[in-house]
């Protein structure tokens, strides 16, 4: 089974781009949170975790980084 996560850093900020990707890319079940990247605690990658089984694969709609100063 395909499991999504989605993320945005802010309550403003919008998940419908990464759900509708995910989706498109055969997620059946899909987890977000709308935190600051500062936050320890993501309630729903924890589920996300909590929920995928061996076998399935556990989507991101992209990965960032952030240059070292």
């Known amino acids: 089974m395909k499991v999504g996560y989605a993320r945005v850093s802010t309550v403003d900020q919008n998940l419908d781009l ?3 990707a995910l ?3 055969g997620c059946e079940q899909i987890f ?3 935190f600051s990247g500062v ?3 993501r309630k729903g990658l ?3 975790l909590q929920y995928v089984r061996s076998g399935d694969t556990l989507m991101v709609w ?3 980084t952030i ?3």
Do not use: V
Request: aromatic residues 0%; negative net charge; proline residues 10%.
């Open 67 to 69: 240059p070292n100063p």
């Open 32 to 34: 977000q949170d709308k």
């Open 18 to 20: 990464q759900i509708d």
């Open 46 to 48: 924890e589920e996300a």
């Open 39 to 41: 936050t320890d605690k």
């Open 23 to 25: 989706k498109g890319n």
């Open 62 to 64: 992209r990965l960032t």
